[in-house]
């Protein structure tokens, strides 16, 4: 099921929606970077430039993290 979050970017409220998991994952992503959840939204916001929505690069960004975490594991 798909959650409506809310977040302050840049001095501006604005919500995306999102299933919890992903939510959990960027959370997760957050902390093993070091930073706040909020630091993270708003570098992903920043990065998408002006096509697409908040929500889909917020999935598309923790498909990448996990596809290059899942690259970077040596293969036993």
Do not use: C
């Not at 957050?30 to 690069?57: F, K, M, T, Y």
Request: charged share 30%; aromatic share 6%.
């Amino acid at each position: 099921m798909i959650r409506k979050y809310s977040t302050t970017l840049h001095g501006h409220r604005t919500s995306f929606s999102l299933e919890p998991a992903f939510h959990d994952e960027l959370k997760a992503i957050a902390g093993e970077r070091g930073q706040p959840l909020a630091a993270l939204l708003r570098e992903i916001d920043d990065a998408r430039g002006v096509e697409g929505n908040l929500s889909s690069a917020l999935r598309l960004f923790v498909l990448d993290w996990l596809k290059r975490k899942l690259d970077a594991e040596p293969v036993s």
